[in-house]
Structure formats: structure tokens, C-alpha cells
């Protein structure tokens, strides 16, 4: 058997799967998508043997249509195409949670000035929560008080953003709820690997900020898989075709609501905080199901 790991940097989580794809004597080749170019032909010209290619390129875009081409020439990748660029979009990830009746956070979108703030006050109300369509690790993911905070947020997008900016994003503001002086996580992570909840952490933003991403310095905790959040993590998994994926979810006074889906999921986060072994769960998984 033989992985294929297309990269464009060295992180935390391709050194833990080439330790496991070493324990496991699989042989396996990283390719990193900025050192290379790819000719638009039939030919599986990369590596003629690979049995699979996992897509960890941190930059979306080159990930995404690296998925393309290579899935073109006839490579199985995972995620696959489809799965990259609807959980790459959160727009689209919406469309098809909505489809799957997931439940999700009440969201708008709007594409001028003008009808988002109509969009904010006529139906979602503050504080209202503004989304890049396209992003990560709580870039640009901006919580809008007021009138005028909304303003001049979108004020900015609309004469400074490129064009993805531009396509707003709303969801209603779902608040941490806090029981017994405890807070709860603002949000729960779920680590989905083929038809497995691996690992969950619930994610708590500090006092400076709204987001939990640890990006951002959000802090994590190990919590229990309850048959819900199983059952709504697979089907948001689904929804959006994907194989090996990070599943965000909010408590919306006592509903758990699917937020966005992550394709290309980061796991430092997860394993550290559950001693769960993320990349052996993952290598195991491929030679289960693609040798
Ligand atoms: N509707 C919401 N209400 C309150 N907080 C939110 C909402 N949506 C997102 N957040 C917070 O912002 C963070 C980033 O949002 P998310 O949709 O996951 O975007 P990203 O792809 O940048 O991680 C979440 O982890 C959560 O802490
Ligand atoms: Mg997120």
C-alpha cells in the first residue's frame, strides 16, 4: 500500500501520520503542491502506485484544486473534490445542511450593504454574527452589536474586501450559556473519520473574544460523545461527502446546531486534548478501506 500526502507545510499533524504510516510500515510520499506543477493530461503521472492521497495543503484554494486535477488523472483523494469545496464554502455547507434538515444556526445572505443591515434587523436581529464564505481558524468572523458596529463592519468589506468579502454571510448569535457560575464551551469540535466519532473536545473562547478557535487562543477539554452529537456529526459528515472531517457544532438553548464542517481538519487541538491518537485512527482507516 502506498499514501500519497499532498502538503504545502510540515505541520504537527503530517509528522504524527508519518509516524504512524512508519509503526505501520506503509510506504508513503509526501508531494508538496508548491514544488511541483501538474500537466492537464489523462495520465496518472504523479505516482503511478499510490492507492491513496490525503489532501493537507493548509492553503485552501491550492488544496481544492490540486483534489481536482488529481482526481481527474484518476487518484483517489480524500477529502474528495466534492467534500473540499462544500465544506470550503460555508455558504454551501449551509445550502446543504438545510437540504439534510441539519439543524444549523438561522442565517442570511445578502450581497450589498443595504439589504445585509435589512437582512440583520429584519430577521436575525443583534448581536448577529458576520462569516468570510471562504476562511478559517475565526478569521474575519466578526460579532456585530449595533446598528452601527454592523456599518461600519460592512462598510469595511464592501470598499476593502476582495470579492469573497463582499458575499455576506449572517447567522443569529448564539450565547455561551453559563450554568451554576460554570461555563459551558462555546462550541464542541467532533473529529469524524469514515462512519467513527474519534474525538470531541469542547472549546472555550477567553474573555477578550467571542470565537473559541484555538487559533485564537481558545482553550479545550476532552467531553463525551452522547449519541446525539454522534448522530448529527455522521449526518453533517455526509451532507457535505466527506470522509475525514472536523464537525463544529453550537448549543442553541439546549438544540445542538451543526456551524460549519472542516475538510481539511487540524488535530493538535483534538488529540491534545482527548489523548486520543487522531492520525493512527486515520492511518488505520486507509488500510482498512483502500489497500
Ligand atoms: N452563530 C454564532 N454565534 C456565536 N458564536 C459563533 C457563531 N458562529 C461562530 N461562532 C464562534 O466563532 C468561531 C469561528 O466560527 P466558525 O464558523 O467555526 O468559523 P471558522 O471557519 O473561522 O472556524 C466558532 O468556533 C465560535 O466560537
Ligand atoms: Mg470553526
Not at 455561551?176 to 469542547?202: H, I, Q, W, Y
Not at 463525551?224 to 459528515?237: G, R, V, W
Request: hydrophobic fraction near 40%; proline fraction near 2%; glycine fraction near 6%.
Amino acid at each position: 500500500m502506498k499514501i500519497g500526502i499532498i502538503f504545502n507545510r510540515i505541520t504537527w499533524e503530517i509528522k504524527q501520520l508519518i509516524s504512524e504510516m512508519e509503526k505501520n510500515q506503509v510506504s508513503y510520499k509526501l508531494v508538496n503542491n508548491q514544488k511541483i506543477y501538474f500537466k492537464l493530461t489523462n495520465e496518472k503521472d504523479l505516482d503511478d502506485n499510490f492507492d491513496v492521497i490525503l489532501e493537507r495543503s493548509l492553503s485552501y484554494l491550492r488544496g481544492l484544486y490540486s483534489c481536482a486535477i488529481l482526481e481527474s488523472k484518476g487518484y483517489k483523494v480524500i477529502n474528495n473534490f466534492d467534500c473540499l469545496n462544500l465544506s470550503g464554502n460555508k455558504l454551501l455547507t449551509s445550502l446543504k445542511l438545510m437540504e439534510q434538515n441539519i439543524p444549523t444556526p438561522q442565517t442570511c445572505i445578502a450581497f450589498k450593504k443595504e439589504s445585509a443591515l435589512n437582512a440583520i434587523e429584519a430577521t436575525i436581529n443583534y448581536p448577529a454574527v458576520i462569516k468570510p464564505i471562504v476562511g478559517s481558524w475565526g478569521r474575519l468572523v466578526a460579532r456585530l452589536d449595533d446598528h452601527s458596529s454592523a456599518t461600519s463592519n460592512l462598510e469595511s468589506r464592501e470598499e476593502l474586501g476582495n470579492i469573497l468579502q463582499k458575499i455576506y454571510y449572517l447567522q443569529k448569535y448564539i450565547p455561551t450559556e453559563e450554568e451554576n457560575d460554570l461555563k459551558s464551551p462555546t462550541d464542541l469540535r467532533v473529529f469524524v473519520v469514515g462512519d467513527k466519532c474519534v474525538a470531541a473536545m469542547g472549546r472555550f473562547h477567553t474573555d477578550k473574544d467571542f470565537r473559541s478557535n484555538i487559533a485564537i487562543g481558545g482553550r479545550a477539554e476532552s467531553i463525551e460523545i452522547t449519541n446525539e452529537l454522534k448522530d448529527l456529526s455522521l449526518k453533517a459528515s455526509k451532507a457535505v461527502k466527506g470522509e475525514i472531517v472536523g464537525v463544529d457544532l453550537m448549543d442553541d438553548a439546549g438544540t445542538l446546531k451543526v456551524i460549519e464542517v472542516n475538510g481539511t481538519p487540524q488535530f493538535k487541538g483534538v488529540a491534545t486534548a482527548t489523548n486520543i491518537n487522531v492520525a493512527a485512527e486515520i492511518i488505520a482507516y486507509l488500510m482498512d478501506n483502500y489497500i
